[in-house]
C-alpha cells in the first residue's frame, strides 16, 4: 500500500528532480522514489524482500 505525504522542497532543488526526471523518462514522483530506493540500497537499509514500484509488475509480465 502506498501513503501520500507532503514534501516541502527549495524550489531549485525541484527543479533539478524535474530536469533529472525528465531526462530519465520519470515521473517526478518515480524519479524522488528512485533516489529513495537508491539511497537505501546504499545505506543497506532497503528490505531484501522490497521491489520498487513497476518493477514486480514487469517482472510478472516477462513469466507470461
Given at each position: 500500500m502506498r501513503k501520500s505525504f507532503v514534501l516541502r522542497i527549495?524550489?531549485?532543488?525541484?527543479?533539478?528532480?524535474?530536469k533529472w526526471a525528465?531526462?530519465?523518462f520519470r515521473s517526478i514522483n518515480g524519479?524522488?522514489?528512485w533516489i529513495i530506493d537508491q539511497a537505501l540500497k546504499k545505506a543497506g537499509r532497503a528490505?531484501?524482500?522490497?521491489?520498487?514500484s513497476g518493477e514486480e509488475d514487469?517482472?510478472?509480465a516477462n513469466d507470461s
Open positions: 527549495d524550489p531549485e532543488k525541484l527543479e533539478a528532480v524535474e525528465a531526462d530519465e524519479q524522488l522514489e528490505k531484501k524482500s522490497y521491489k520498487p514487469m517482472n510478472n
